[in-house]
């Protein structure tokens, strides 16, 4: 049974073994060293600011993926309320098997009862036509790509 909730303290240390195959299977271990100390006092920080939140998803009683995720004001129309993400990962093992959906469907209904008008998301770690896939059968348009150079 997959089970979708706001992660808790208890949660962080799961949550940053995932942050950390996150970081690998996204490359970014190719620009920085991963910090576990500094990911969980990041992740702390999720679970304790209204505007901040981190979701979790469990299955057979194991954390198998994580959301976390920003509110903030459109930059361009700050009359509108956007809610960002700031990671997302699901188990490998998980994938196409409903974790992802549980999660990102938590993910949109708490952000409609705080009245966000526009969801962001991004994508790393898989092909850009399979999370094209998801996103647009959800309703997501393709707006930008993010490009990283390391200074």
């Not at 997959?2 to 949660?11: G, L, M, N, Q």
């Not at 060293?33 to 990911?39: F, L, P, Q, R």
């Not at 901040?52 to 995720?69: E, M, P, Q, S, T």
């Not at 196409?96 to 949109?108: I, N, Q, S, Y």
């Amino acid at each position: 049974m997959i089970e979708v909730r706001e992660a808790t303290e208890d949660d962080l240390e799961s949550i940053a073994a995932m942050t950390r195959a996150l970081n690998e299977e996204a490359g970014y271990d190719r620009l920085w060293e991963y910090d576990e100390y500094g990911v969980i006092q990041f992740l702390g920080t999720l679970i304790e600011y209204e505007h901040l939140n981190l979701f979790v998803v469990k299955a057979d009683g194991r954390h198998i993926g994580a959301l976390g995720v920003t509110l903030m004001p459109l930059w361009v129309s700050h009359n509108v309320l956007t809610a960002q993400e700031i990671f997302w990962w699901i188990h490998p093992k998980w994938r196409k098997k409903g974790a992802g959906k549980a999660l990102l469907d938590h993910f949109e209904e708490w952000a409609r009862d705080r009245g966000v008008e526009v969801i962001f998301m991004s994508a790393v770690g898989c092909t850009p036509e399979e999370i094209e896939k998801v996103y647009e059968r959800r309703g997501f348009e393709k707006l930008q790509t993010n490009w990283v150079k390391k200074v």
